[in-house]
């Protein structure tokens, strides 16, 4: 499942870059906003709190993913010193499971 980061933004009350990511249909909107209810999955204000905790900057996308059956929040930061870097949170645990930035390091 991979929603757009505007989607994310108008169900999770963050502000975040509109993604080019598919069209997101009524049922993603309301699959994400029931698992966030129902504490599935933390909210996505909580994941950016712990993201720009560990990588001061500035969000440019964030999408919610199912990988393999685990539901994970993408961030995609610009860091301070000017990198772009991915970072990959579960997010049922807000537990960060991968970094990768465009040199390709982890």
């Known amino acids: 499942m991979r929603l757009p980061t ?3 933004a108008a169900v999770l009350a963050a ?3 509109v993604s080019a990511a598919a069209p ?3 049922s993603d909107h309301d699959r994400a906003r029931r698992a966030v209810e129902e504490g599935r999955i933390l909210p996505l204000r909580e994941i950016l709190a712990r993201a ?3 990588y001061p900057g ?3 996308e964030a999408e919610l993913e199912d ?3 685990i ?4 961030i995609k930061m610009l ?3 000017g990198r772009v870097t991915k970072l990959y949170y579960n997010a049922a645990t807000g537990e960060l499971l991968k970094t990768k930035d465009r040199s390709g390091r982890r």
Request: hydrophobic share 50%; charged share 10%; proline share 4%.
């Open 6 to 8: 505007a989607f994310l």
């Open 52 to 54: 720009q905790g560990a």
């Open 79 to 81: 860091t301070a010193d």
């Open 67 to 69: 990988e393999g059956g």
């Open 58 to 60: 500035q969000v440019i």
């Open 15 to 17: 502000p975040l870059a």
């Open 71 to 74: 539901v994970v929040y993408e």
């Open 24 to 26: 997101v249909s009524a």
